[in-house]
């Protein structure tokens, strides 16, 4: 199996993020032949207008994913714009793909009402998307649900390529995260930066203890007995525990004589607990900028080699030099 996951490098990482994203994903590259992580900085480009952000966001992303546990040897980290044949390749599968295929997107439609540029970038977003795929071969690609129809998107210009020339390009599966749970954030939406309701991975300890005191319950008091199912404090914490610990997490709250104080404190040190490591693993990283360049420039010479040998394949199937 190979395969690959993007992530723009729009913001910090929050535990939406790691729950969602890193851990499966370094999960999944456990079982694959090839585990690619793309940090998808021209797709950022559709959204970000700051040179200065953008470019420490890129280099905050690399450093949050190892961090994270990203394992070098399994899994190829790699910037997208570091690799030339990701445009080129959009070019040749965008002579090929339908207006219409791409004015269905629902993704598009709901960027632009949300008050994002509809330029031709952002519309022709899931044709550099299908190209990042299929550069690498690759064939199954984890999605999430909102992500299904760019994936579809990708097998028709596929297929449609294909078609025209020598079936020259692998045609990707999805494989939805069904087990994947969405995180809600600390107002009781999906977390999303978007929202301004995260709980960030890295942020300072002050920050992070902010955010968790500050998630919205209802107003029982104390000795009162409480729903867990609908308490976001015990939503999120049951993320960090055994099936054993969140039973008696929830017995508690049915029991009454937990105040939301004390169950955000818990979920603070069950927080630091499985961050901690992390948080400074992250910082030593931070003082070694030359390690992280390693990995980058190692992944992207292995991405290279096999982005090169498509775009050679793909230019003599088209009739190119
Ligand atoms: P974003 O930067 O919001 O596009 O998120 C990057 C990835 O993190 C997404 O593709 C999801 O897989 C994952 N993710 C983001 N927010 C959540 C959430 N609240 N719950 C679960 N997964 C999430």
């Known amino acids: 199996m190979r395969t690959l996951s993007g992530i723009q490098p729009s913001g910090k990482l929050h535990l939406g993020n790691y729950f969602g994203y890193v851990r499966p994903n370094i999960e999944w590259h456990k079982k694959a032949d090839v585990g690619m992580i793309m940090i998808a900085d021209l797709h950022a480009l559709t959204t970000m207008r700051d040179p200065a952000l953008l470019r420490s966001s890129i280099e905050d992303m690399m450093l949050d994913l190892l961090a994270c546990g990203f394992d070098p040897a399994k899994t190829i980290l790699f910037r997208q714009s570091d690799i030339p044949e990701h445009t080129e390749l959009m070019w040749m599968l965008s002579t090929m793909t339908p207006m219409g295929l791409l004015e269905r997107a629902v993704s598009f439609k709901e960027k632009v009402e949300k008050g994002i540029a509809a330029s031709a970038g952002l519309f022709n977003y899931p044709v550099l998307q299908a190209a990042d795929i299929v550069l690498y071969d690759i064939d199954k690609v984890p999605v999430g649900k909102d992500q299904q129809q760019h994936l579809e998107i990708t097998r028709d210009i596929i297929v449609k390529f294909n078609n025209a020339y020598d079936d020259v390009l692998v045609v990707p599966e ?26 960030p991975l890295f942020g300072s300890e002050k920050e992070i203890q902010k955010a968790i005191m500050g998630i919205v319950t209802d107003s ?11 308490c976001s404090v015990f939503n999120i914490h049951k993320l960090f525990l055994s099936k054993t610990e969140t039973e008696e997490l929830a017995a508690k709250y049915k029991a009454g004589g937990l105040g939301y104080g004390d169950a955000k404190k818990l ?15 992250r910082e030593e990283l931070q003082k070694k900028p030359q390690d992280i360049q390693s990995v980058i420039d190692e992944g992207t010479k292995k991405a290279s080699v096999v982005a090169k040998a498509t775009m050679a394949k793909v230019r003599k199937a088209v009739g190119l030099r």
Not at 188 to 193: A, Y
Not at 220 to 226: C, I
Not at 267 to 281: I, N, S
């Open 174 to 199: 999805g494989v939805i995260k069904e087990d994947v749970a969405v995180v809600p954030g600390t107002d009781g939406q999906k977390m999303s930066k978007s929202y301004g309701n995260t709980i």
């Open 220 to 230: 029982k008091g104390v000795a009162e007995p409480k729903d867990p199912e609908s």
């Open 267 to 281: 979920l603070f040190t069950a927080y630091m607990d499985t961050f901690g490591p992390m948080r400074q693993k």
